[in-house]
């Protein structure tokens, strides 16, 4: 059984920081690509960014990058999610993704694999 589990969400101001992190178990972590996305209320859920399996490549989509920064460490089976100079629309449940292949993807059916979520909340 698989499992992924977020952690460090919470609310905070315009401009602060806060990091995700998401702990996996179940599967040899270090074999696969990994993935955070969010959903707002009301909205699909969309692509933030993802890692390959060694952690050598990364992609963001446009509205985080230069802002936020994923990066894994597979001696802890754990991703993490930078997020600095936060804006009220990054406000969403995110998401981490285990996925079916070893590198960085933006698709969400090429995840099998999800946590629960954590909510971050952004105020103006």
């Known amino acids: 059984q698989v499992q992924l589990v977020e952690s460090g969400g919470g609310l905070v101001q315009a401009g602060g920081s806060l990091r995700l992190s998401c702990a996996a178990s179940?599967?040899?972590?270090?074999?696969?690509?990994m993935g955070w996305f969010r959903q707002a209320p009301g909205k699909e859920r969309e692509f933030v960014a993802s890692?390959?399996?060694?952690?050598?490549?990364?992609d963001y989509t446009d509205s985080v990058k230069g802002r936020f920064t994923i990066s894994r460490d597979n001696a802890k089976n754990t991703v993490y999610l930078q997020m600095n100079n936060l804006k009220p629309e990054d406000t969403a449940a995110y998401y981490c993704?285990?996925?079916?292949?070893?590198?960085?993807?933006?698709?969400?059916?090429?995840?099998?694999?999800w946590g629960q979520g954590t909510q971050v909340t952004v105020s103006s």
């Open positions: 993704a285990s996925s079916l292949t070893s590198g960085a993807s933006r698709s969400r059916p090429l995840y099998n694999y």
């Open positions: 179940g599967r040899t972590f270090r074999f696969y690509g």
């Open positions: 890692i390959n399996l060694s952690g050598t490549f990364t």
